[in-house]
T-cell receptor, first 113, second 111 residues
Framework: KAGVTQTPRYLIKTRGQQVTLSCSPISGHRSVSWYQQTPGQGLQFLFE???????NKGNFPGRFSGRQFSNSRSEMNVSTLELGDSALYLC????????????FGPGTRLTVT | SQQGEEDPQALSIQEGENATMNCSYKTSINNLQWYRQNSGRGLVHLILIRSNEREKHSGRLRVTLDTSKKSSSLLITASRAADTASYFCATDETSGSRLTFGEGTQLTVNP
């Protein structure tokens, strides 16, 4: 089975721009979760999509949004980028059912200058 | 905010020795999972232990869970240089599927 893929792997953007990250989950998995990892805040949950619906949301501003398509692929969008958005963005795939075992992609390294 | 706290923050041992990492959490949980992350890369799922389990083994890994103390430990036996990585515990609360991660333990195994 192919693993979780994320594109692009690296991205450099300027403050004020917007960015879209993509995640393809493991075949058959219906849930995609997004996490932000920074040295200062660690791993923080952004949101989870299950069967095209946002099921859980973390404490991030509205500039962070996402969606999920009928094939379970998910995109995350960040608008009006700030320097503090520089981070490793990780997506995780799961069946969406208990026990919520999640499998992570390699991440997208976003640098905002 | 991080639910879990991991202890120690950093651990350096020699190849062949055992490594023990601890994790504490604050709320009731469904399950606790351990992940490994090699420098700046994605997380690799190691093991999941359910809240009604006390101990679980997988290869050289042994995980214990004490829900009364809200704590877990990960033991890696006969460590190898390739085990050098950051190790995170993650819990999913009884209310949903989101994972809350600890701050991680940086393990260095010296050859």
């Amino acid at each position: 089975k192919a693993g979780v893929t994320q594109t692009p792997r690296y991205l450099i953007k300027t403050r004020g721009q917007q960015v879209t990250l993509s995640c393809s989950p493991i075949s058959g998995h219906r849930s995609v979760s997004w996490y932000q990892q920074t040295p200062g805040q660690g791993l923080q949950f952004l949101f989870e999509y299950f069967s095209e619906t946002q099921r859980n949301k973390g404490n991030f501003p509205g500039r962070f949004s996402g969606r999920q398509f009928s094939n379970s692929r998910s995109e995350m969008n960040v608008s009006t980028l700030e320097l503090g958005d520089s981070a490793l963005y990780l997506c995780a795939s799961s069946t969406g059912l208990v026990p919520y075992e999640q499998y992570f992609g390699p991440g997208t390294r976003l640098t905002v200058t | 905010s991080q639910q879990g706290e991991e202890d120690p923050q950093a651990l350096s041992i020699q190849e062949g020795e055992n490594a023990t990492m601890n994790c504490s959490y604050k709320t009731s949980i469904n399950n606790l999972q351990w992940y490994r992350q090699n420098s700046g890369r994605g997380l690799v799922h190691l093991i999941l232990i359910r809240s009604n389990e006390r101990e679980k083994h997988s290869g050289r890994l042994r995980v214990t869970l004490d829900t009364s103390k809200k704590s877990s430990s990960l033991l890696i036996t006969a460590s190898r240089a390739a085990d050098t990585a950051s190790y995170f515990c993650a819990t999913d609360e009884t209310s949903g599927s989101r994972l809350t991660f600890g701050e991680g333990t940086q393990l260095t195994v010296n050859p």
